[in-house]
């Protein structure tokens, strides 16, 4: 019994030394891991700031572009931090790597659809087919662009509905930007009979153009025939006014040729 004791008392003694040597050898490990992740969070910070503010001055390049980039490089520098640590206490650091890069590899794969939205919106905050407030059209989509995110655009449609549109479908189409220029030509078409009744009607459509402040000179509203039928004559009205103006124009130029044509006693066919 009291050789079992003894065993016990030598084993317990020489478990508590191994354990105070493994603390000693291991605490300054410890105390340098601590440090060293300090470290590399506060640079990570530092540097994501300032390859955002960095990033925010390029010109043509958007604030959620730049902020993508700058968390991209955030978590990146992290996960380095995180791996060197490791490679302190004797881990094996290049299977972590090879296991990050499968784990990514299937992520990938499983989110190829995200990916697919994050690259299209990735290229349409840098080519910039369109900006926020304007209006565009595509062949599924239509509406005032409210924002233009990583993954999807959100757009306001003409009667006042909310639009989310994924971004990869926005980029694989052909988009027509209806606020992107300054000037867009406007037209007019009337049917009116013959004889008298077209000159009337030209010289009519032309002093409409010309008094209105909102048609602009140059290039100068134009007015022609059409098309000649055996029983109506098609006249059109041709003009550049800013596109801000372009919808109120027109509806104008519509209720003035109407009433311009009622005055004159001209029938519109």
């Known amino acids: 019994m009291e050789q079992q004791a003894t065993d016990v008392i030598l084993a317990t003694r020489t478990a508590l030394n191994q354990a105070s040597a493994l603390a000693v050898e291991y605490s300054f490990s410890i105390l340098g891991a601590i440090i060293l992740l300090v470290l590399g969070w506060l640079m990570a910070n530092f540097i994501s700031r300032w390859a955002f503010e960095g990033i925010s001055r390029v010109r043509g390049i958007d604030e959620t572009l730049a902020r993508f980039f700058a968390n991209v490089l955030h978590y990146g520098l992290l996960i380095l931090v995180f791996i060197t640590v490791l490679g302190q206490f004797g881990v094996q650091t290049a299977s972590i790597i090879a296991a990050l890069g499968a784990a990514g590899l299937a992520i990938g794969l499983a989110l190829q659809g995200t990916l697919q939205n994050i690259a299209a919106g990735i290229m349409l905050l840098i080519l910039r087919p369109f900006r926020v407030g304007e209006y565009i059209s595509t062949?599924?989509?239509?509406?005032?662009?409210r924002e233009i995110g990583l993954f999807a655009t959100e757009l306001r449609t003409s009667d006042g509905l909310y639009l989310l549109a994924p971004n990869s479908t926005l980029w694989n189409t052909p988009i027509t930007n209806y606020s992107r220029e300054a000037t867009r030509k406007g037209e007019l078409t009337v049917n009116v009979g013959s004889g008298e009744q077209v000159a009337l009607a030209m010289d009519a459509?032309?002093?409409l153009a010309k008094s209105d402040k909102r048609v602009q000179s140059n290039p100068q509203p134009a007015v022609f025939i059409e098309t000649i039928a055996a029983d109506k004559t098609t006249i059109t009205m041709r003009y550049w006014t800013k596109t801000i103006e372009?919808?109120?124009?027109?509806?104008?130029?519509?209720?003035?040729?109407?009433?311009?044509f009622d005055q004159k006693g001209l029938p519109i066919l």
């Open 139 to 145: 062949s599924n989509v239509a509406g005032t662009v």
């Open 246 to 260: 372009w919808d109120d124009t027109r509806r104008d130029m519509l209720g003035r040729m109407k009433s311009t």
């Open 205 to 207: 459509l032309t002093d």
